[in-house]
């Protein structure tokens, strides 16, 4: 089977590496120009994804690993190609925060408020004149360089945020989103969905999105996650929040990975954003998690079939390894880390199918040396499973120190705080 895989700016390109190795013909396409050389020597590129629709034909597979491209996907449909990603309004469900609040409201689930912004200006009135605790985000899944969560409950630390923002002329008329704070364990809920109903099991996660150990430092993408596969229909969290969905999606004909980030607390589980898109780290999580080929998956959910997913019990850890000038996204032209190889030292095969790439590449005069082919800081990530949250980590970390990238860093502390507190908070609240 040819198999088109359309990608943003890589955030599950290595799946795309992963479909070759299972046998397909791939062709991976690229949008962000600064990224085409990533994954070069690894997977065939494609120049024009339009242009490859012959190629791949309505008998291949058309895989979107992104948000943004919902009108085209819904399109493609209906022309007949086999489609796995998301839809027009599945995307909107994401990118557009205050649209997705009215969306959960509107399937019962509980909501706090949110408000978007055409620019800074606008957002400091709102927040001087309703004055609480404001957590500061933006639309779609770019740059968390914005991103802020307010310590003071009348808000006076977020509006000095703001106006710092608003004296800078790069960011001043960005788009932002007001949300109120709420206190509690952040867990997401994710499932699979074929455009008319689930396929495999659901999946509980605990994204690890600030820079430092014990959760210091400024908002990133994400630093790492612990994640579980559980098939308990009658979970409380799933009931509350994603399994609401389920009629929403089917109007949609939405044809992907469905996640909803939330907060719960006494009050119960408030859903605070969906990610509608295959995630990252997430989905190299996936990877370790499934037992199943990735290209029968992605074909029945793309089909709209059922299909019985086979995957491992217990707990899963993604690690980021990063490299300057993560954590923030602007390339600089003095980057000493680009084209630096990468080393897997005293590595077997098994200890590999444990790494999952982003910004690398494949040398063409030495096919067996990997080098970092872009400049944003997203290197690779790693991961690993256990019986407990602690063998997983041990499992992951042990990898790790087998890796040897020019001023790498990662986190050593993922799934050690919802560990120590988050579960028994949860399952004291009866959601697990």
Avoid at 67 to 83: P, S
Avoid at 126 to 141: G, L, M, P, S
Avoid at 210 to 232: I, K
Wanted: aromatic content about 12%; overall charge negative.
């Amino acid at each position: 089977m040819n198999i088109l895989f359309i990608s943003k700016n890589l955030i599950a390109g290595n799946l795309a590496y992963l479909l070759k190795k299972e046998g397909y013909t791939v062709k991976l396409f690229i949008e962000q120009k600064n990224s085409h050389e990533s994954f070069e020597n690894m997977v065939s590129k494609s120049q024009n994804w339009k242009a490859d629709l012959d190629w791949v034909g309505k008998d291949g597979l058309v895989v979107f690993d992104d948000v943004g491209y919902g009108r085209t996907q819904d399109k493609l449909r209906k022309e007949g190609y086999t489609v796995f990603g998301g839809s027009e309004l599945g995307d909107k469900l994401e990118m557009d925060r205050e649209f997705g609040q009215e969306i959960f409201a509107k399937y019962g689930m509980k909501t706090v408020p949110l408000k978007d912004f055409d620019n800074i200006q606008d957002a400091i009135r709102y927040a001087e004149k309703h004055k609480r605790a404001w957590v500061i985000k933006q639309n779609d899944h770019g740059s968390k360089i914005l991103n802020y969560i307010g310590i003071f409950e009348d808000g006076r630390d977020v509006i000095s945020v703001l106006k710092n923002y608003a004296q800078n002329e790069t960011v001043n008329k960005e788009h932002v989103s007001l949300h109120q704070k709420l206190k509690g364990v952040e867990i997401g809920v994710g499932r699979y969905f074929n455009g008319s109903d689930w396929v495999g099991p659901i999946e509980f996660n605990v994204e690890h999105t600030e820079f430092f150990p014990g959760n210091l430092g400024p908002t990133t993408s994400e630093m790492g996650t612990l994640a579980w596969y559980d098939t308990n229909e009658d979970n409380l969290l799933y009931t509350e929040t994603l399994a609401r969905l389920k009629p929403y999606l089917q109007e949609i004909n939405f044809r992907g990975d469905m996640e909803v980030n939330c907060i719960v607390n006494e009050d119960g589980a408030f859903p605070l954003e969906a990610t509608a898109r295959l995630g990252t780290p997430i989905v190299h999580l996936h990877s370790e998690i499934h037992s199943s080929p990735w290209g029968e998956f992605l074909y029945a959910v793309a089909s709209g079939k059922q299909y019985e997913l086979k995957w491992k019990k217990g707990y899963g850890i993604v690690i980021l390894v990063a490299v300057p000038p993560f954590p923030y996204t602007k390339r600089i032209t003095e980057n000493l880390v680009y084209n630096s190889n990468i080393y897997f030292d005293k590595m077997n095969e098994r200890d590999l199918k444990h790494i999952h790439f982003e910004e690398v590449a494949i040398r063409k005069d030495d096919l067996n040396q990997f080098y970092i082919a872009d400049s944003q800081g997203y290197v690779l990530y790693i991961t690993g499973m256990g019986e407990t949250i602690e063998e997983a980590q041990e499992k992951t970390y042990k990898i790790a120190k087998k890796v040897i990238v020019p001023k790498m860093f990662y986190r050593n502390d993922i799934g050690t705080s919802f560990s120590s507190e988050g579960l028994a908070k949860l399952k004291k609240l009866g959601y697990l």
